[in-house]
Structures are given as C-alpha cells and as structure tokens.
C-alpha cells in the first residue's frame, strides 16, 4: 500500500511564492514496475478536481494545464519519495486545496485526469489574497 502526504501550503499575497512537498511511503515497487504517473491537483471550493502538473516517469515527461505553465515547476527527488510543486507568481485563482496522486495508469492523453490515479494524499490548502 502506497501512502501519500502533502505539506508546504499556506497563506500568500499574489505574486508570491511557495512550494509544495509530497512524500511518498509504502510499497512503490508497483509504480515502479508499471511506470506509473504521479501528479499534483487542486479543487477549489464549488469546482471541480483539476489535473495541474503530471509526470511520465517512462518518458521523462513533465505535463501542465493552460492555468499554471510557466508558474508552476513539477519535481521529484532522486529516489522518487519526494514529489515538489514549486509555485510562483501566484494569484488569487490559485486559491485551492492541492493534492498529490500516484499511481496512474492509462494513456497519456488522460495524465492530468482525476480517474486514472489510484492513491492520494489528504491534501493542503493554499490562499491566495490579492
């Protein structure tokens, strides 16, 4: 069983900065195998989940959403236990709790939905005032 947790969130006027952790415990032996994806959300109050930054480990590939490319910067440690967002010029849009996801499997085309992650953190909430 894989274990996710997020910290690092907290409060920041727009423009600033922060940056999310995600450690990941347990068995990983599975993602490793599979080359699962591992991803960062958010869901703001009354939206829905949104996929916001993806990696394909097989691949090497990093993927954003419209809403965070060129602010938002996915990253892992190299023993792959250690999931980071680092978050800049941040606005109040980005108001939201955000959790990290592991275990996806699926095509890539879908690497940024919700259904194809298997394990999630409890997630961390992140405001944005203007």
């Known amino acids: 069983q894989v274990h996710l947790r997020e910290s690092g969130g907290g409060s920041v006027q727009s423009g600033g900065s922060l940056r999310l952790s995600c450690t990941v415990s347990g068995d990983t032996s599975g993602y490793r195998a599979s080359g699962a994806y591992m991803a960062w959300f958010r869901q703001a109050p009354g939206k829905e989940r949104e996929g916001i930054a993806a990696f394909w480990p097989d691949a090497g590939k990093t993927y954003y959403s419209d809403s965070v490319k060129g602010r938002f910067t996915f990253s892992q440690d190299n023993a792959g236990k250690t999931m980071y967002l680092e978050m800049k010029s941040l606005r109040p849009e980005d108001t939201a709790r955000y959790y990290c996801?592991?275990?996806?499997?699926?095509?890539?085309?879908?690497?940024?939905?919700?259904?194809?992650?298997?394990?999630w953190g409890q997630g961390t909430l992140v405001t944005v005032s203007s």
């Open positions: 996801a592991g275990g996806g499997l699926g095509r890539a085309s879908d690497i940024l939905r919700a259904r194809i992650y298997s394990d």
